[in-house]
């Protein structure tokens, strides 16, 4: 004779069953979650090496700088820009494109807040937005952008894929257009991070995305007051 306590331990086995699944299920989206926020890393390492390797700490200095090709793009105001215009200050350069929902805001956030620690020093820094998606990116697209993010202090400079990748080849820059690209609605997969030159506009460090601002403020501090 069966237990009448028998359908009750069924459903408790079940509701158990059914707990541990949701679990699993909410333990993968955050993983893919911060996965996706992580961003993919691309960086030129035949070109550099890495100094302190055992001492990680999200910046990787590049010895010796690496002189980087000229270029000509526009910024937001529709001026042409090249490599002369970054001399005489350090940059902190990044790449991304204004349809990006993630990494890309999220890293201009950083580049405010980096900015916002550095205070009256910052005026020694050039912050700098290359967009990697020159067809929908214009220079009135990139001026709208920063405008609505109130994000000041931004040079954003876009122009035609070949100029792009030809400036980032050297930076290990990477980024893939679907061929979905024609219809006007898509995402890009594009390097994360953000880049330092020096005053001759040579590239000298690489920050890994998600590297608090207050770090490279700090680095960037000892640099400025050097």
């Avoid at 069953?17 to 961003?39: E, K, Y």
């Avoid at 020093?121 to 920063?146: C, H, I, K, N």
């Avoid at 100029?163 to 995402?187: C, D, H, N, Q, W």
């Amino acid at each position: 004779m069966k237990s009448k306590r028998e359908p009750g331990r069924v459903a408790l086995l079940l509701y158990s069953m059914i707990a541990g699944l949701i679990v699993g299920i909410s333990a993968l989206a955050i993983f893919l979650i911060q996965d996706r926020l992580r961003g993919p890393e691309s960086g030129a390492a035949d070109h550099f090496s890495v100094e302190g390797q055992a001492k990680f700490d999200g910046a990787i200095p590049i010895q010796p700088p690496i002189e980087l090709p000229d270029f000509t793009l526009s910024n937001q105001h529709g001026e042409a820009t090249s490599l002369p215009d970054l001399r005489g200050r350090y940059t902190l350069l990044t790449f991304g494109f204004t349809n990006c929902p993630d990494i890309c805001p999220l890293t201009l956030n950083d580049f405010e807040r980096v900015a916002d620690i550095l205070g009256d020093e910052a005026t020694g820094m050039a912050f700098v937005f290359v967009s990697v998606d020159g067809r929908r990116d214009t220079p009135a697209a990139l001026r709208d952008y920063l405008a609505f993010r109130r994000l000041e202090g931004i040079i954003a400079l876009t122009g035609d894929e070949e100029a792009v990748r030809e400036f980032g080849a050297p930076l290990g820059l990477s980024f893939e257009i679907p061929e979905s690209a024609s219809t006007g609605a898509y995402s890009i997969n594009h390097s994360a991070g953000s880049y330092l030159l020096d005053r001759q506009a040579r590239w000298i460090k690489r920050y890994q995305f998600g590297l608090p601002p207050s770090k490279i403020a700090a680095d960037l501090k000892a640099l400025l007051n050097a």
